[in-house]
Structures are given as structure tokens and as C-alpha cells.
């Protein structure tokens, strides 16, 4: 049995499921205690770092180890978590040639390499005064939301598509539905279906991201969106890579 196993998290999974799918499959870890290393939000996926046995005593080593991830941001809408799992807060046609777009989010990308402070997403785990951050959002309380220094050592656009309406309402329905517990998902689901008109279309930019641990890859989707004054959300989030883990172990 290995001590320490690198799983590719679904999308629409919580790390607490992806660790109890793979205790199921892997009957022979049952009486070893377990933990995961990093969490990975819903509705991204990719590489998500298990301990077993005497390593769970390591696991503040492999929580400080640098990410990358390859995400993808849809122009045109804002919400409440930054990603399509969140009520849209804003909404607005982008009527802007493609390549006028590039060269902004080039632009843009530059003020966030290198180190700088980033506020918590209200819907996060982050505990302040002993609650969780999502549920004072939840419960419409205010609180101060802290932030932590982060460190972005490269930031790279890939590319940019243009989207249909059609298929981005298709694409969230779906993708929506993989997600098990409760995230309001009736509530959102109703709003994105009020919100994506079938005829309209929507820009979609894939970045490549290399950063220290703790930084918000949906916070820097939504931040990108603030300053250029278009709403933006992370339209998608893989995992790649967590320090030298790369490739899956099981």
C-alpha cells in the first residue's frame, strides 16, 4: 500500500468524496487513517494529494507545495463564487473583436505575476471566528474576509473561442448536475436559465497558471474581470501538477 496516492478528482466532486470513492475501490485501506492535502473546490478537478497511514502526520509539507492548473474564463458574467457554481451577480454582452480581447487579457494578466496579498472568496472554507466563510455568505452576515499573501510565478493565456448561448446553458446544466450536496444548485440553475440567451455568444480564454499554495485560481478569474470592468467567472479548473506530482500513482 502506497503512503501517499495522487487522485485525479472528478468534476462536481468534493475532496471528501474523492477520498471515499477511492477508500471503496481500495478495500485494503479501511483500517488506515486517511487525509487529503489541498482541497480542490467542486467544480474543478484534477490532482488531489491523499495520505495514508504515518504520512498524515506530514500533511502541512504537502499543503505548501506550488500548483499549476490549466482554467479557462468565461467573459459576460460574474457570480457570487466566482465559477458557474454561484448566483450571477452581473451579466453584460461583450461586443469586442477577439483579437482586441487577447490583447487585453495579455495585458492584464500582468499585474498578477509575481507576489501579492488576495482576498478569500466569500464562498470559501476559510474559518473566521470559528465559521466558515461560505456560511456567513449563506446567512447574510457580514464579517471581515481576510487575505493572504500569494505568489504567482507564471501566468499564460493559451487561447480565446467564442462560444453560443446554446451550448454554454447546455454546458452549465451539466455540469451542475454532477455536483452532489447542498450548493443551492435549484436556485442557481434557475438564474443561469434566465440569465444565457440562446442567440447571444460568449468568449471563453484557456490559461495556464503556476502558483504558491493557497491562491484562489477562481479569485484571480474574477479579479481579471474587475479590473478590465467586464464580469468574468472561472469557467473551468484542472489541477496539473502539485509540486513534483504529476502523473496519477493508482
Not at 487575505?147 to 446544466?173: A, C, Y
Request: glycine letters at 6%; one cysteine or more.
Amino acid at each position: 500500500m502506497q503512503k501517499v496516492i495522487v487522485l485525479n478528482k472528478k468534476e462536481g466532486e468534493t475532496p471528501l468524496q474523492a477520498l471515499g470513492s477511492f477508500c471503496r475501490k481500495h478495500k485494503e485501506y479501511k483500517d488506515l487513517k486517511m487525509t487529503y492535502a489541498g482541497r480542490l473546490d467542486p467544480m474543478a478537478s484534477g490532482l488531489l494529494i491523499i495520505l495514508a497511514g504515518e504520512e498524515t502526520k506530514n500533511k502541512e509539507k504537502y499543503l505548501r507545495l506550488n500548483k499549476e492548473y490549466n482554467f479557462e474564463i468565461l467573459f459576460g458574467f460574474a457570480t457570487d463564487t466566482y465559477d458557474i457554481l454561484g448566483k450571477v451577480t452581473k451579466s453584460r454582452n461583450v461586443i469586442v473583436k477577439k483579437e482586441i480581447l487577447e490583447k487585453i487579457i495579455k495585458n492584464e494578466l500582468k499585474n498578477f505575476k509575481g507576489k501579492f496579498v488576495q482576498q478569500y472568496p466569500i464562498y470559501s472554507s476559510k474559518t473566521v471566528g470559528g465559521k466558515q466563510l461560505f456560511k456567513y455568505a449563506r446567512d447574510e452576515e457580514e464579517v471581515d474576509i481576510p487575505s493572504r499573501d500569494v505568489e504567482v510565478k507564471s501566468l499564460k493565456l493559451n487561447s480565446v473561442r467564442k462560444v453560443k448561448g446554446e451550448k454554454i446553458r447546455q454546458n452549465i446544466i451539466k455540469r451542475i448536475g454532477k455536483v452532489k450536496g447542498d450548493f443551492r444548485q435549484k436556485d442557481i440553475l434557475k438564474i443561469w436559465s434566465k440569465k444565457v440567451t440562446d442567440e447571444n455568444y460568449f468568449f471563453i480564454a484557456s490559461l495556464t497558471i503556476k502558483c504558491s499554495t493557497g491562491t484562489y485560481v477562481r479569485g484571480i478569474a474574477n479579479s481579471i474581470g474587475e479590473n478590465i470592468d467586464i464580469p468574468t467567472l472561472a469557467w473551468s479548473i484542472k489541477r496539473t501538477q502539485i509540486g513534483r506530482f504529476k502523473t496519477l500513482k493508482i
